[in-house]
């Protein structure tokens, strides 16, 4: 067990409830409740989960730190079961009751071919995520820019949120290094409960949060456009010294031609 895992296991007996008294400024504007680090707000559930990967319509729930382990035996186990299937209708194929049925089976036979290479693709994203300690969300958003992989401490260093090797990532979702226990489904206790993160943020000095591309892109938008109207204003009143300096030179120069004209006169006479 490496030291990174260490670490963060002096915090398991920590509390969400407890963040309260810890200092804890952070809370989410959806719901309103404090928000923990590499916590997210699911539009879905209307609630906020720790590590959410997605919310799958195919549970009907949000995979997150809970209940990741048993996704990702679930695709493992439907992958091995529509090989099998696969084998089973091709081990028939010159066989009578193949024959009998050919429409039927051809159909199976093909929609087994397509269901094995999508589930293929699936198993291959989820566990290489998985093994990276990233979630989807996180890749989506940007990876540890806007996916809360990393924080900065009050000292400027920056913090990984994610472990350094696959065996700490996978232990953190399976609580097991072996890889029968790994592949066998149970029900053994998760060695984290998500709120070991935050508290070490707060014992490191967490300074802030990595702000989303969209909010910077929210933000550089607006530093823009008051940009564009300071320059803007800039401009007309540039403009409007410009045409006052005019008028004063008309107006200078009305006085100084009445002046001539009002001295020819007196010549005149």
Known sequence: ???????????????????????????????????????????????????????????????????????????????????????????????????????????????????????????????????????????????SSGGQNSFVSSTGKKHRLTFRNVQDNLYKVFGTQSTIAILSPSLRGMPFSGVEWTYQARDLGFKEEIESDEEDGLHKTTAGEMSSESSGVHDDIELTELNTSKVVHQVKGSAASSSLDSIMEDNDI
């Not at 680090?37 to 539009?43: E, G």
């Not at 609630?47 to 048993?70: K, Y």
């Open 1 to 143: 067990m490496s030291k990174d895992v260490k670490s963060l296991l002096k915090y398991r007996n920590k509390t969400i409830s407890a963040l309260d008294s810890a200092s804890w400024i952070s809370t989410c504007s959806e719901c309103m409740d404090i928000k923990p680090v590499r916590t997210r707000h699911c539009s879905v559930c209307n609630r906020c989960v720790f590590h959410i990967d997605h919310h799958s319509p195919w549970v009907n729930n949000c995979v997150g730190l809970e209940n990741l382990r048993f996704y990702l035996l679930f695709i493992f186990y439907l992958l091995l079961a529509v090989g099998y299937n696969l084998i089973t209708v091709r081990a028939i194929w010159n066989h009578y009751i193949y024959k009998q049925n050919m429409q039927l089976m051809n159909f199976v036979y093909v929609f087994d071919q397509f269901l094995f290479l999508v589930l293929i693709c699936v198993n291959i994203w989820h566990w290489t995520v998985a093994m990276t300690g990233m979630s989807t969300v996180d890749v989506i958003c940007g990876g």
